[in-house]
């Protein structure tokens, strides 16, 4: 049954405490308002930024498995626990999907050479350059040359920060897995010449380009 006793604290003060009658025996009830957990090495608890040291004590995060993705909250903001497939991998979405699928890959920039230096911008933003496909018809050398910017080229001042040489009559494709990126934009020239300020112009479809990119 439930009684009460009283006692003095340290002060003298007198005070009542709850407790559970149990054949003479009285059981406190405690009131536990609040557990602050510790961030030694043997607590749970770790602390923002503390370094690791072999043996520290902690609790393991678990996953649960979900074979095909999908949300275990209820709206957005909502806490949630990591998910992972039937083989134990965790669940990611990657910028360029490396399965069969019909969103998530990269965008294609095509050109067909015209009579001039063949200035474009790809992409006026941040991106990456994943594949390049270049067909030179021209019984030359021709040189497609990458820049980091969001605007047209200015040959005579802008550095390349790629130039990649098309030998004569050749077709070649160069894969990039991780990509190159670029953090202004994405803009090309395309001249008949390897100098960085090289203006020679090619002739209308000496050549066909193909970029992949994100």
Known sequence: MASNVTYKDASGTTQTGKTTETAGVHTPHQNVDA???G???TNLGKAEDAAHSSGD???MALSVRKDSPASTAGTDGDYAPITTD????????????PKPSTSGGCSNYHKKATADTNLAVIKASAGQV??????NFKAATIYLKFYDKATTPNLASDVPVM??????LW???VPIDLGVQFTSGIAIAITAGAG????TALVANDCFLNVQYK
């Open 163 to 168: 130039v990649i040489p098309w030998f004569q």
């Open 57 to 59: 004590v902690g609790v």
């Open 39 to 41: 961030t030694g090495a």
């Open 35 to 37: 557990v602050i957990p």
């Open 171 to 173: 077709a070649r494709t």
């Open 130 to 135: 994943y594949c390049i496909d270049l067909f």
């Open 196 to 199: 960085d300020t090289d203006t």
């Open 86 to 97: 039937a083989s134990g991998r965790l669940h990611i979405v990657p910028d360029v999907n």
